[in-house]
């Protein structure tokens, strides 16, 4: 058989390597280790047959084709020794009565990466700080179902089983169970492409994953006859249409949405303005007065908002040259705390107005206060400010204790979930979900690596590079004026 293959291990090649009179696995790991000093109990060898190659594998029924291109993952590093200092636990920290436990850190479990899968591993992150929709998904009992949405069902019910797995456990979870029911559901997420080692799982659309998500949990999640992911998701537009080439009466009708799209284009550099003006567009139809195709002009205004508001920056497109959806790496801000209040119809916005003229008079009292605490000194300043700081608590307390969905609408939003993508084009690259827990804290989830980040972080996600740049936004209704 063919003797010579390329072995690639991280940025080495080696060329011409001779395998003649190799039998096993394991005698071709000994002679990678000769070449690199990788040990063979730490070699992950691919490219020889399917998934990783066994210490017990024939090499002569592998059929190796001369230059077969051979990949090494593993360390060469020496083993670390074991501390000479007792290693303390938190645990022991804990029991001891530390008084430095705020300094402890506990993160949540991360999802691992399956094999580009980390666009479903930062959607169902972000997802899951969504209390509303957890609940849901956890108190899911899925029966009464018809046959119809089977796979609906059995994808909702993986959901479940996850979310639960990832509350109760401190180590990163393999959701392999969701995502066989995701490719079920739904074959385009097990499309494969071919490379060097073989078909691997293509890398797939954060985007298109999460609406194909939410639709099979419309179909599954109702809460005392009332729609989960409606009720949470959906908002609605007044749609007005206006042919530009005759004076003909405008149609107006009402269109149901669950996010909203900004096009990036030269002028765009802000989300407010990129989503007023993905709301006005253009298209030809059919006109009765012309009896001819004709340009319309189409201006969106909402009607009604979503308790949460997702947002897609609509940064891929296709290239017909390269045959690739490339990217879109211009920068677009995007704020903490959102106003859509010029995105609503008039009649809209009257109420909206109500709700904000309240919030006005409650800072406008809240200014007073402190100006006349100012005025009588800081020894009284100094005797209120127990009872002051006990009532601010028991008031947030009892706003965070308001259902979402009977917070009254003002049209103002705040961040509380993003998900990144990394690369140049959509078919490859990386996908992190970063979000806002209870605790007002940014974390990070890149799969099952999960960290603290701070707000300036976020900050830096609005693109303009090779770094993240923000794909999907989540927005919560704001409960008090930001």
């Not at 954060?206 to 109702?222: C, I, R, T, V, W």
């Not at 690596?449 to 999907?472: F, R």
Request: hydrophobic share 30%; with cysteine; aromatic share 8%.
């Amino acid at each position: 058989m063919p003797t010579n293959v390329q072995i690639k291990w991280n940025k080495q090649v080696f060329d011409d390597v001779n395998i003649e009179g190799l039998q096993t696995g394991l005698e071709f790991k000994k002679k990678v280790q000769e070449l690199t000093g990788v040990p063979v109990d730490r070699q992950k060898v691919m490219g020889l047959g399917a998934g990783i190659l066994k210490d017990d594998a024939n090499l002569t029924n592998l059929k190796v084709k001369n230059g077969q291109v051979i990949r090494l993952m593993g360390s060469a590093e020496e083993i670390p020794e074991a501390p000479k200092d007792k290693p303390v636990f938190v645990e022991d920290l804990l029991s001891k009565g530390s008084s430095d436990e705020t300094a402890i850190q506990f993160y949540p479990s991360g999802l691992e990466n399956l094999q580009n899968t980390c666009y479903m591993n930062a959607s169902l992150e972000m997802l899951r700080y969504v209390p509303e929709l957890k609940n849901a998904v956890v108190n899911f009992d899925g029966t009464n179902v018809s046959e119809l949405y089977e796979k609906d069902k059995t994808l909702t019910r993986e959901l479940k089983t996850l979310y639960s797995q990832l509350e109760n456990t401190n180590d990163s979870i393999a959701p392999m169970q969701f995502l066989n029911a995701l490719r079920t559901a739904y074959p385009q997420f097990a499309e494969k492409e071919q490379t060097e080692l073989g078909p691997v799982y293509s890398q797939q659309d954060a985007d298109e994953f999460l609406g194909n998500l939410l639709s099979s949990l419309e179909n599954m999640l109702k809460v005392k006859d009332e729609n989960v992911i409606q009720k949470l998701f959906e908002g609605e537009f007044d749609v007005k249409l206006q042919c530009t080439e005759c004076e003909e009466e405008a149609i107006h009708s009402k269109e149901k949405f669950k996010k909203l799209s900004c096009f990036i284009s030269q002028q765009i550099n802000n989300l407010p303005y990129g989503l007023q003006k993905s709301l006005e567009t253009t298209l030809e139809k059919e006109s009765p007065t012309l009896g001819k195709t004709a340009l319309y002009s189409k201006i969106q205004r909402i009607s009604k908002l979503p308790n949460y508001l997702l947002v897609n920056f609509v940064r891929f497109y296709w290239k017909q040259k390269e045959q690739v959806k490339a990217k879109i790496l211009r920068e677009v801000q995007f704020p903490f705390s959102l106003d859509v209040f010029d995105l609503c119809s008039e009649e809209y916005q009257k109420e909206l107005k109500e709700t904000r003229e309240k919030w006005r008079q409650l800072r406008e009292e809240e200014m007073k206060k402190k100006k006349e605490e100012t005025l009588t000194g800081q020894v009284t300043k100094k005797l209120k400010t127990v009872n002051e700081s006990s009532s601010s608590s028991q008031q947030q307390q009892e706003e965070e204790l308001i259902p979402i969905d009977q917070v009254e609408d003002s049209g103002w939003f705040e961040l509380c979930g993003v998900v990144t993508h990394k690369g140049r084009t959509s078919n490859s690259g990386h996908y992190v979900g970063w979000v806002k827990d209870g605790k007002g804290r940014w974390l990070q989830f890149d799969d099952d690596d999960v960290t603290q980040v701070s707000e300036e972080d976020i900050k830096k996600l609005s693109g303009g590079g090779d770094w993240h740049c923000a794909y999907m936004l989540l927005y919560r209704k704001c409960r008090t004026a930001p």
